[in-house]
């Protein structure tokens, strides 16, 4: 398959299979991405980062970003417009008549099951990253990162911080550690 | 509508989960081409399908107030503008992965991500899994994506499958409930 097919399909499956968009797809894009070899799991998270902190869908965001770090400008269409699809022409399809389906009990309840999987996909993708983070196990050079990871988690659980402050001080804290020496 | 659109894309920041307000400000206060309860609505039922929130919000807002031509040009509007600013950041950053300034913030940046991933797990956790059963089946579903047993897309899946087989087991007459 040429690669813009290729890639057309992975973020189409991606987002046919996540409900709620956001994080959601998360889980689904970091398998297809690093299954097929496309990125280095410290890069996807360096696009996922960027995507956070610039506006609009941060699916398009990743979408058009890994599409393009694959296979320039025409990849990073092919993987928008899979990405976009599935939604799109499903509620075209439906119409207004989606807003009934919601109500449906059957409905209702596809949704509960998939919330304990919705939250064991990404507390799996939390740690798999995580570990990625870390090569060298408990050694100093570990200690910027989960300093860093520690206290963003603190924030977002006790204070609700929002992404993109919270991102802000990452990224500066980040420098600091660099320009300190810190491994 | 297209140019409303734009807007939307250009400032929702913190995609789908964060955009309600950025919707109802541009589509209910300002142009009153909706209700705010009507984007609460469409709001629920983009959240509810599969795909991309807001691209999803603005095929059913296109759909509502203009058919299904304005329902696509609505999903491209809202879709542009992050399309291009990722472009050129992607060209600039895409350069520069190796400088020293733009390493140390990617440095700080990948464990903010992984907290806010982490972040999200938490919070869906305590919204929706408040039987041990539930929490259970969340850590099964967690260890099997770690020991590769299971991809991501057999596993929701089967959530949903489960789902669907305790309904229709409760609503068999004479079945425990």
């Known amino acids: ?121 990404l507390a799996a993708t939390a740690i798999r990253l995580g570990l ?45 550690f660099m320009l300190a020496g810190v491994p | 509508m297209a140019w409303s659109f734009l807007r939307i894309g250009a400032t929702a920041f913190g995609g789908g989960m964060a955009a309600l307000p950025v919707f109802e400000a541009e589509l209910a206060a300002r142009r009153r081409w909706l209700t705010s309860a009507e984007v609460a609505e469409e709001y629920a039922i983009a959240q509810s399908v599969p795909g991309v929130i807001i691209v999803n919000f603005a095929v059913l807002a296109g759909l509502r107030l203009a058919g299904k031509r304005a329902a696509v040009l609505s999903a491209v509007a809202v879709a542009l503008p992050s399309f291009f600013v990722i472009l050129a950041l992607a060209a600039l950053v895409g350069a520069r992965w190796e400088n020293r300034w733009v390493e140390g913030a990617l440095a700080g940046l990948r464990p903010a991500v992984i907290a806010l991933i982490a972040g ?37 899946l089967a959530g949903a499958g489960a789902g669907l087989a305790v309904h229709g087991f409760r609503r068999r007459p004479g079945a425990a409930p």
């Open chain 2, 120 to 156: 999200a797990a938490i919070r869906l956790g305590r919204l929706h899994l408040r039987s041990p059963l539930l929490l259970a089946a969340a850590a099964a579903g967690a260890a099997l994506m770690l020991g590769r047993v299971i991809g991501p897309v057999p596993l929701i």
């Open chain 1, 1 to 121: 398959m040429n690669p813009y097919a290729l890639l057309f399909w992975a973020f189409f499956k991606i987002s046919l299979f996540s409900i709620g968009g956001g994080y959601n797809m998360v889980p689904l894009m970091q398998h297809e991405v690093e299954t097929r070899g496309w990125l280095p799991s410290g890069r996807f998270m360096d696009m996922l980062a960027i995507s956070e902190a610039t506006p609009g869908p941060i699916a398009v965001n990743l979408a058009t970003f890994a599409g393009y770090q694959v296979a320039g400008v025409p990849g990073s269409i092919a993987a928008t417009v899979g990405v976009c699809l599935p939604g799109a022409a499903l509620l075209l399809a439906l119409g207004l008549m989606a807003s009934h389906l919601r109500e449906t009990p059957a409905f209702r309840a596809a949704m509960r099951g998939l919330m304990p999987a919705l939250v064991g996909l």
């Open chain 1, 132 to 176: 990625a983070l870390v090569p060298a196990g408990v050694a100093p050079a570990s200690l910027p990162p989960l300093l860093i990871f520690a206290a963003g988690l603190g924030l977002i659980l006790w204070r609700k911080t929002p992404p993109l402050p919270l991102l802000a001080g990452s990224a500066a804290a980040g420098i600091a």
